[in-house]
């Protein structure tokens, strides 16, 4: 029953974004995300929560507001893209798409080591595994299967689109290296809370959380390269994926030491992204509730 109401849903939704004008879409994804700002109290408050935790008294309450009421604008406007993604072709994807600093990522991948893409559920998410793979060559994601089996197979197609291999988060360390050393590209999300014992303990907007160590270990078992990559936007009709410089490991330092440090450096970098353009990161999801679990469960 409720993969069918999820369905009905997408569909009506999908036919909206493809039978209207841009301007009366965007009225009507605004409209909708107002709507479900107010009517879904449980993660308005974990966006406030997380707002509070990284920025505290630097940034005022109305700012705050406005931007949770943005994360919910953001992931409507995330999924028309998504809509118009499917069955899209490699000239088409990067019409829409520029990338700045893309020599950094090339001259990676001219030195023969592999490459480990990071990245965060922030801008586009999406839409930057379609335009890293449609630019530097076949990669491979690690994703959560959706609860809904009709909505994961619509997802999953999506997802699967110009040589993208999907790897189930389950036992994925293995998968990763047989990619890595067949010559593909790996991508990882590596900005959400893990648990206890899957996560390193980093410094997050000053705070403490967890952090996944999986591209640490990959880059430091197979010699691989770590690049950050964002994909923001201003219009949510052209994007621009922003490359930084790799993130090595340091050679010098016991492994244990050296991989931490890596992940310190992830989350560092995820941090100045975030920062740029705090209206565009996925405030809804429980970041540091590996710390501060007792906060997320106060009711606003």
Known sequence: MKDRLYLALFSTFRWIVLHTPRKIESLFIKGLARLIYFLDAKHRHIARVNLDLAFGDEMDEAKKSEIVKKTYENLLFNLADFVRNQGISKEELLKKVRFENAQIADEAKKSGRPIVFITAHYGNWELISL???ARFGPLSVVGRPLDSPVMDEILRKNREQLDIEMIPKKGAMKSLIKALKSGRNVGLLVDQNTAENEGLLIDF???????????????KRMDAVVVPAFLPTNNHETYTVTVSPPLEIDKKLEKEEAIAKNVQAQAKVTEEAIRKKPDEWFWLHQRWKNRYEALYRRRA
């Open 131 to 133: 335009a890293m793979a």
């Open 205 to 219: 907007f000053g705070k403490e959380a967890r952090h996944t160590p999986a591209a640490a270990i990959l880059a």
